[in-house]
């Protein structure tokens, strides 16, 4: 696939996706947007979140979210919590569910022709095929770190999906 199009280079859009959108799709938005920046890919892929529930919208992360993953070198205290759009089918190239009611949910908004973008992010980690990240918000403690492992994991091979396909 052409990198360029008519000089002009192609920008890929990922949009991560909870329920919440207070937990683990900010905190898939955080980990993926250091590892592109790492790469020196900022000007390539554009990282946004937004929940399938309308629960939070407006809202900061999570207090344990932000504090894990600030362990780990990320800051998610400038996100606020929306909810997914049926634009955002057409905005973004990759809608990656963090389980699999939130997949379900996505392809029920899903307009017909963009079935192919709805991805479930464990489908990128090595050995989480067909895994949910599990819901940490009601769990609590460890439910965090599992979250950002999970994510950390699948992440690099999401961005080495998109470098092979489209950069
Ligand atoms: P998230 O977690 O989907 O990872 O943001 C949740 C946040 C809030 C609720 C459920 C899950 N809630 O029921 O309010």
């Not at 790469?39 to 990282?47: A, E, G, V, Y």
């Not at 999570?62 to 800051?75: E, M, N």
């Not at 079935?115 to 479930?120: A, F, I, Q, T």
């Not at 980690?125 to 950002?148: A, C, I, M, N, S």
Request: with cysteine; net charge negative; glycine share 10%.
């Amino acid at each position: 696939m052409s990198n360029e199009i008519w000089g002009v280079l192609v920008l890929i859009g990922v949009l991560f996706v909870c329920l919440g959108n207070i937990c683990r799709s900010p905190t898939g938005e955080g980990v993926f947007q250091n590892l592109v920046e790492q790469k020196d890919l900022n000007d390539r892929i554009t990282i946004d979140s937004a929940g399938t529930a309308a629960y939070h919208i407006g809202e900061p992360p999570d207090p344990r979210s932000q504090a894990a993953a600030k362990l780990r070198g990320i800051d998610l205290s400038d996100l606020r919590a929306r909810r997914v759009e049926v634009q955002d089918f057409k905005k973004f190239d990759y809608l990656l569910a963090m389980d699999a009611d939130n997949h379900a949910n996505l392809m029920r908004m899903c307009p017909p022709g963009s079935e192919h973008k709805v991805h479930l992010m464990l489908d990128f980690g090595e050995g989480t095929k067909g895994r949910d990240v599990p819901d940490p918000y009601y769990l609590g403690g460890e439910g965090f770190e599992v979250v950002l492992d999970l994510i950390e994991n699948a992440s690099n091979g999401l961005l080495e999906e998109i470098c092979n396909k489209h950069l």
